[in-house]
């Protein structure tokens, strides 16, 4: 059913983007809006589905991300780890009625720890399926639950999730710090600082509210809150994500706009950087997802 096309779907939780493929795999419409699984009301994702179809035809739909969990239209199981893009396609969720299928997310176990992915495992292997990051790498996918994956022949071997961005936009909007953290957050000098402090092994509670400390004893000015704090909790990321890796060399795929504060504090950690764009990653995933499933 992809041979004459499909259109691509990473939906989120809070966002949507959506990409008409044609017959030779080429990207010619795409859109994205605020229509997250999150925004999609009980029984109502046939019709957001229909609204996809409005706005770029009536095709196939291959979708990933947060979709395929169990708070979006239909759940599609974890794969364990180790897995490649063929894993992917053998365990996709088809609903037939709708010309749609889902791709799983990925799990990992080991001892005590436990993870999972929803959507970034499609960015993954579509980057590694390009050319775009190196069969055996470490990637750094910055987000609202920021992963560090280990790939080795362009399989994802393990991950470990941190939840940075959860933590910034809480702090931001619910916490004694909320006053402070209005500013657009630079990768400058006070963002640099906070990455250095991250780094340490000091309390990272105990680093978060110096901040308002700071601020409020002349310390730091106000202006810098931000930026200081996202380098913080950045640091403490890095430090955590880093920990028995020895690839000297790393990819940090996704949006611009994060993407470029973690290759600043990884500057800061002494170690090398690479941007990968997320968005030709996801497009490139889900074509390989495509090729693999005809």
Known sequence: MWSGG????????????????????????????????????????????????????????????MV??????VEAPYVPCP?????LAEHL????????????GLSYLDGNRADVMRGEEVQLFGAAATDLVPADCLVCHPGTHNKWVQLAGGRVTSFRTVMTGELFNL??????????????????????DGVRRGLSRESLSAQLFSVRAEVLLGQRPRSEAASFTSGLLIGDDI??????????????MGRPELTQLYVAALEEAGRSAREVDGERAFIAGIREIVRQVR
């Open 6 to 65: 499909y259109i691509a779907v990473d939906w989120g939780t809070t966002n949507r983007r959506a990409y008409r493929i044609g017959p030779d795999g080429g990207c010619d419409a795409e859109f994205e809006d605020e229509k997250g699984i999150l925004s999609v009301k009980s029984g109502g994702f046939p019709r957001a589905v229909a609204e996809i179809r409005a706005r770029l035809g009536d095709q196939p739909l291959m979708m990933g991300g």
């Open 68 to 73: 395929g969990s169990n708070r979006g239209w």
């Open 83 to 87: 897995a490649g893009p063929e894993t």
């Open 93 to 104: 969720v088809v609903i037939d009625a709708e010309r749609a299928a889902i791709v799983p």
């Open 171 to 192: 702090l931001r909007e619910r916490s004694i710090l909320s006053d402070l953290l209005v500013e657009d957050v630079v990768p400058g000098a006070a963002f640099r």
């Open 239 to 252: 430090r955590a994500g880093l920990a028995d890796v020895d690839h000297r060399q790393i990819i940090v």
